[in-house]
C-alpha cells in the first residue's frame, strides 16, 4: 500500500512511495504526529540519482521486518535533498559538525521539536567497515528516547545553540582587491594537481566556477599560471572517463585524481556550469577541444534532459540494469549503461574496428571498472598523440557504439525541473549558441526561460524551487533560485536583444533585495524572510556542487546594475562580496564563483551597447569579448528595450558600438577590430 509519498511531485520522494515504511514528507503534520506519540523523529535525506541512498534503500526500507520496527518506534520523514535544499543544509551542517564529514543518504534523528540529536549517513543492515548495522543504530536511539530522556534533550538543545554560535566572518562589505584576488591565485596553486589537472585528491569534482575564476583572472592581468591551470584541468577531464566519450556530458565526479572512473549519475548542473567553462575557455584561447565539448555537452542537455514542457531534468542516475541480467530480476548496477569490455566492442563493431576502439578509447581485458563483477572500462582518450585513423574511422565507430549503447537498459531520469539549475542551462546554451551559429541551442534556452516564467514565477515575483510534468511544486525558491534564473535572463537578454528578460531579472533581484538581504550588513540568506523557519537560518557562502547563493546572487545583481545603471544593485553586489575577500585568500577552492564576480567587478565591468540590431558582426564580437563579466545590449537605433542603448545613434548609418568602463566611455566605434581590442577577443575566438 502507498505511503503519504504517492501525492508528492518529487521523483526521489515517489521512489519511496511503495516503501512499507510509512514515510511523511517534511511537513507540520509529521512533527505533530511525533508530538502525539511521543517518538523521535526518523529524517532521511537524498536524492534521486544517489547511489548509495537506492542502495539503502533496498537493504532497509524496503525491508519489511526494518520497516515495521521504525513504523513502530519512529515518525519517519523522507526529504528530497534538491528539493528542499534549506532543509538539507541545516541538518547537513549539523552532521558535518559533530562527526567531521556528511554525505547522502543523511540520517538523523531529532525530536518533536526538530531539533537534532543523533546524525549518520548510510547504515549498512548489518555492521561492516566498522559501521554499526542500522537496526543496532534504531535500538539504540529508541532505547535512549525511552530511558534516558533528559539526556537526549538536553543533548539537542545544545547542539541547536552551538550552530546559531557558528558566525560567518562577513569582512567589512568591502570587496577584493587585486592583492585578495592574487592570494587566492596562490593559494589555488598549492592545491593544484600538476600531474592531472584539478584540485586536491580523491573524489575529484569538476571544479567548475574555479576554472571562470582562472579564465577571468587570465583575462584581468595576463596571469599564463592561471590560464594554464584552466585549460590542463580541463584537457584532462575531457580526455578522462569523468566526460561520456560518445554521448557528450559529464559525469558527477571522479572517484579517482585521474578523472578514470567516475560516479555515473549526470547532473544537469555539473553539465550546465561545464558547457559555460568550455564555452568560456575557447572564447579565450580558440581550442578546438573546447569547442567540441561545449557543443557536445550542450546537445546531451537538450537530447537527454529536455523535458515535453521545455524545461531540464535534474538529473540522470547512475545506477542501470545491466544488459545481461536475467529478465525480471530488476539488478542494477552502477555504470552498465557505459562501460565495455574488449568482447562488447567486437560485438558492435567487428574484430579490427574493435582493436583499434580498444586502444582509442583505453578498453583493456583487465578493465577499470570492475562492478558486476567482470572487467570492464570506462571510455577515455588516453594517448594525446591520438591514432592513425582512416577518414571518418572515430565518427563511424562513435556512431556504432552509441547505436549499441542505445540498445542496452538506460539509466532512469529524474523529471523534476529545478528554477536555479535551468537558470545555469539558460545561460550556457545561449552563450553557446551565440559562439557557435547555433540557433537551435538558443532557442532550447528561450523555451526554458519562458517555462520558469509560466511555471515558476508568480505575479510577485516570487519563485517556485520545482516542477514536474508541468505541474509547479510547494517548497518556495532559495537564494540560489533567483540569483542563477536572473543570471540565465541576463545571459538571454545579451544574446537575444530582447529586453523582457532584463525586466523579469530586475523583479528577481528586488526580491533578492528586499526578502534575502541583511540591511545592516549586507549579507545574504539562502531563504526568505517569510521561509518555513527552521533551527537555523541557512546562510553559506561557500560554493558545492553548484555557485553559492549569495555569490550567484551578488554576480547577478553586478550584471544588472551595468546593464541598467542602479546604484542600489551595484552596492549591494559590492557589499556581498565582503565575504570573498575574507574567504578567498583562505578557501579559494570553495568559493571561486565569488571570485569570478570580483574579478568582474574589478574589471568594471565593461558596458557594451551595439546599436544597429541583434545578430551582426559587432554584436557577435561584443559577445566573445573576454572583459570579465561584460554586460552587452543590442538592439536598433532608437530602441528602448535595453537601458544601455538610449540615447545612442549610427555612426554616419552604420552599426555602431559603445564601450564603457568605471564611469568612463570610450568613442563610438564602427570598426569590428576597433571593438574587439576594447573588449579583448582573441584572434583565435574569431573564426
Given at each position: 500500500?502507498a505511503n503519504r509519498?504517492?501525492?508528492?511531485t518529487s521523483p ?9 515504511v510509512?514515510?511523511?514528507?517534511w511537513s507540520?503534520e509529521?512533527?505533530e ?8 523523529v526518523?529524517?532521511?535525506v537524498?536524492?534521486?540519482a544517489c547511489h548509495?541512498?537506492h542502495v539503502?534503500?533496498?537493504e532497509s526500507?524496503?525491508d519489511?521486518q526494518?520497516?515495521?520496527?521504525l513504523?513502530?518506534h519512529?515518525?519517519n520523514?523522507?526529504v ?5 535544499p534549506d ?5 547537513m551542517e549539523a552532521?558535518q559538525?559533530a562527526?567531521g564529514?556528511?554525505?547522502?543518504p543523511?540520517t538523523?534523528?531529532?525530536t518533536p521539536?526538530?531539533?537534532?540529536f543523533?546524525?549518520g549517513?548510510y547504515f ?5 567497515h ?5 537496526r543496532q543504530?534504531l535500538d539504540?536511539?529508541?532505547q535512549?528516547?525511552?530511558?534516558r530522556?533528559g539526556?537526549v534533550?538536553?543533548?539537542a538543545?545544545?547542539i541547536?545553540?552551538?550552530?546559531s ?5 562577513y569582512g567589512?562589505?568591502t570587496a577584493?582587491?587585486?592583492e585578495?584576488?592574487a ?8 592545491d593544484?594537481?600538476?600531474a592531472?589537472g584539478g584540485f586536491?585528491g580523491a573524489?575529484?569534482f569538476?571544479p ?9 583572472h587570465?583575462?584581468?592581468?595576463g596571469s599564463?599560471?592561471a590560464?594554464?591551470m ?5 584537457e584532462?577531464?575531457a ?5 561520456d566519450q560518445?554521448?557528450?556530458g559529464?559525469?558527477?565526479y571522479?572517484v ?10 549526470k547532473?544537469?548542473y555539473?553539465?550546465a ?9 575557447w572564447?579565450?584561447?580558440g581550442s ?5 565539448v561545449?557543443?557536445?555537452t550542450a ?12 524545461g531540464?531534468a535534474?538529473?540522470?542516475?547512475a ?7 536475467p529478465?525480471g530480476?530488476?539488478a542494477?548496477e ?12 567486437r ?14 578509447f583505453g ?5 577499470t571498472f ?6 570492464a572500462?570506462?571510455?577515455q582518450?588516453p594517448?594525446k598523440?591520438g591514432?592513425m ?5 572515430i565518427?563511424?565507430?562513435?556512431e ?7 540498445e542496452?537498459p ?14 545555469l ?6 552563450e553557446?549558441?551565440a ?12 523555451c526554458?526561460?519562458?517555462?520558469l516564467?509560466r511555471l515558476h514565477l ?7 524551487r520545482t516542477s514536474?510534468?508541468g505541474?509547479?511544486?510547494t517548497?518556495a525558491?532559495v537564494l540560489e533560485?533567483?540569483?542563477?534564473v536572473a543570471?540565465g535572463f541576463l545571459?538571454?537578454?545579451a544574446?537575444?536583444?530582447e529586453?523582457?528578460w ?7 533581484l528586488?526580491h533578492v ?7 545592516d ?5 539562502d531563504?526568505a ?10 546562510q553559506d557562502p561557500t560554493?558545492?556542487?553548484?555557485p553559492?547563493g549569495?555569490?550567484a546572487?551578488?554576480?547577478a545583481l ?8 542602479s ?7 559590492e557589499?556581498a562580496?565582503?565575504?570573498?575577500r575574507v ?7 570553495f568559493?571561486g564563483h ?5 574579478e568582474?567587478l ?6 557594451i551597447a551595439?546599436v544597429?540590431g541583434?545578430g551582426?558582426?559587432l554584436?557577435?564580437?561584443?559577445l566573445?569579448?573576454t572583459?570579465p563579466?561584460a554586460?552587452?545590449?543590442a538592439g ?6 535595453l537601458?544601455?542603448l ?7 548609418g552604420a552599426?555602431t558600438a559603445?564601450?564603457c568602463?568605471?564611469?568612463v566611455?570610450?568613442?563610438p566605434?564602427t570598426s ?10 582573441r584572434e583565435t575566438?574569431?573564426?
Open positions: 500500500m509519498l504517492a501525492q508528492t526521489y520522494l515517489l521512489q519511496h512511495a511503495d516503501n512499507p510509512d514515510w511523511w514528507p507540520p509529521a512533527f504526529e511525533a508530538r502525539k506519540r511521543d517518538v523521535p526518523l529524517l532521511s537524498g536524492y534521486s548509495w541512498c539503502m534503500a533496498t526500507f524496503e519489511a526494518t520497516a515495521a520496527y513504523n513502530e519512529f515518525v520523514v523522507k528530497d535533498r534538491e528539493e528542499r532543509v538539507d543544509a541545516v541538518y552532521v559538525a562527526t564529514q556528511g554525505g547522502w543523511m538523523v534523528f531529532l521539536e526538530a531539533r537534532p543523533y546524525f549517513t549498512p543492515p548489518e555492521p561492516r566498522g559501521m554499526p548495522g542500522f543504530v539504540g536511539v529508541s535512549a528516547w525511552r530511558t530522556r539526556e534533550d538536553e543533548v538543545v545544545k541547536v545553540e552551538d550552530l554560535e557558528r558566525e560567518i566572518s567589512d562589505g577584493p582587491g587585486p585578495e584576488q592570494a587566492a591565485l596562490l593559494a589555488l596553486t598549492r593544484y594537481d600538476t592531472h586536491g573524489p575529484k569538476p567548475s566556477m574555479v576554472v571562470e575564476f582562472l579564465l577571468r587570465h583575462a584581468r592581468t599564463e599560471g590560464l594554464q584552466a585549460e590542463d584541468t580541463c584532462a577531464m580526455r578522462g572517463g569523468i566526460y560518445l554521448g557528450g559529464f559525469a558527477r571522479s579517482d585524481r585521474e578523472w578514470v572512473v567516475p560516479h555515473f549519475e547532473m544537469l555539473d553539465n556550469l561545464l558547457c559555460r567553462a568550455y564555452a568560456h575557455l572564447r579565450s584561447t578546438p577541444l573546447a569547442k567540441r561545449a557543443l557536445e546537445d546531451f542537455m537538450v537530447r537527454e534532459l529536455r523535458t515535453a514542457e521545455g531540464f535534474s538529473a540522470l542516475d545506477d542501470s540494469e545491466p544488459a545481461d541480467a529478465e530480476s530488476h542494477h552502477e555504470g552498465a549503461y557505459y562501460v565495455w569490455t574488449p568482447q562488447e566492442l560485438a558492435a563493431l567487428g574484430d579490427k574496428d574493435a582493436v583499434f576502439a580498444a586502444e582509442y578498453v583493456s581485458v583487465q578493465g570492475s562492478e558486476g563483477g567482470k572487467g572500462s570506462v571510455l582518450l594517448r598523440d591514432l585513423a582512416e577518414a571518418g574511422q565518427e563511424s565507430i562513435r556504432r557504439l552509441l547505436a549499441a549503447r542505445a542496452r538506460a539509466p532512469g531520469r529524474d523529471d523534476k525541473v529545478v528554477a536555479a539549475w535551468n537558470g542551462a539558460v545561460a550556457a546554451l545561449a553557446t549558441g559562439y557557435f551559429d547555433r540557433p537551435d541551442l538558443v532557442e532550447a534556452a528561450v526554458a526561460a519562458d517555462l516564467v508568480d505575479e510577485h515575483a516570487r519563485l517556485t514536474k510534468d505541474r509547479a511544486g517548497n525558491g533560485d533567483y540569483g542563477d543570471e545571459a538571454l537578454a544574446v537575444t536583444g529586453g523582457v532584463l525586466e523579469f531579472a530586475g523583479f528577481l528586488d533585495l528586499g526578502q534575502f538581504a541583511d540591511a550588513s549586507g549579507a545574504l540568506f531563504t524572510t517569510d521561509a518555513e523557519e527552521l533551527i537555523r537560518r541557512p560554493d558545492n556542487a553548484t553559492s549569495w555569490t546572487a551578488a554576480g553586478l550584471s544588472y546594475a551595468a546593464q541598467t545603471g546604484a542600489a544593485h551595484r552596492t549591494a553586489a557589499r562580496l565582503g565575504v570573498v574567504l578567498g585568500p583562505r578557501v579559494p577552492r568559493i565569488g571570485l569570478a564576480v570580483a568582474a574589478l574589471d568594471g565591468p565593461r558596458e551595439v544597429g541583434s551582426g558582426e554584436h557577435r564580437l561584443a566573445l569579448g572583459a563579466g554586460v552587452v545590449a536598433g537605433p532608437g530602441s528602448e528595450e537601458p544601455l538610449a540615447d545612442r545613434p549610427l555612426v554616419d552599426p559603445y564601450v568602463r568605471g564611469f566611455c570610450q568613442a566605434t569590428a577590430a576597433v571593438l574587439a581590442e576594447q573588449v579583448g577577443v575566438a574569431e573564426g
